[in-house]
């Protein structure tokens, strides 16, 4: 059964450059915050790519996630450029940072990796811990996605891959609905459906496929 950790430790599985979302989400955070070092959190960093990004851009980074051999990345790029950054091997429904208070939260392709119980403490984590104000972003795979149904079903709209380089890894897809509630207390910012329909693709395409897959995009407000 693959992990998350054991695909850290082949570097086809690291993405290195950061996503354009995240880099204008901090932007977006800086003119909320004017003037301010900000604090904000790469929730589920991975290897560590956004992690790196919040550093470079002057801030204080936080950055969590369950696998140690991608935080374990996360502190070597982080060092190697100079640059501090906080982080912890934590699962997404705990809160490794305790008394921190954030600005912004963000966590870019991981959320889903869970059931719909431990995805709506993860987001509860993530509420308690921003200032008023403070913002969150997500990524989050759709119903609508291609990947949707494949695996064993472990509860409504909830999968666990049993083959390819996710074996083992749990997919929660969500429609509209189930966003609304997991974000129901929070004021939206901006949620966007992405949908990707791949007309044609080669066997193996999907193994370095450069292209978006279907995916909700979600930026809320405390
Ligand atoms: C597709 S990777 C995305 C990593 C990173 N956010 C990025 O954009 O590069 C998914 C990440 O979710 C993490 N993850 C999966 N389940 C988790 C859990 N229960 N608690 C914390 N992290 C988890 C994995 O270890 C992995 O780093």
Redesign the pocket.
Known sequence: MA???E??LDDKYI?ILP?PE?YKFIKMLEGVFPGETLSIW?????????TLLVSQMGHNAFG????EN?IANTRQLIEEKGLTANLKV????ENPFPGQVFHGAF????LH??TTE?IEK?VANIYDSLCDGGMFMASLISTKGGGYGRGKKIEEDTFVSEEGYEAG?PHHYFDYAGIKELFGRWEIVGLVEHVSTYMEAEENFHDFNPFPYTKWNIIARK
């Open positions: 992990t998350w950790n695909l850290f993405e996503q995240v790469d929730f589920c960093c991975g290897a560590g790519r956004h969590s996630d369950i696998s991608g934590a699962d997404m429904t966590s870019w392709n991981a990796h869970n431990n993860a890894v």
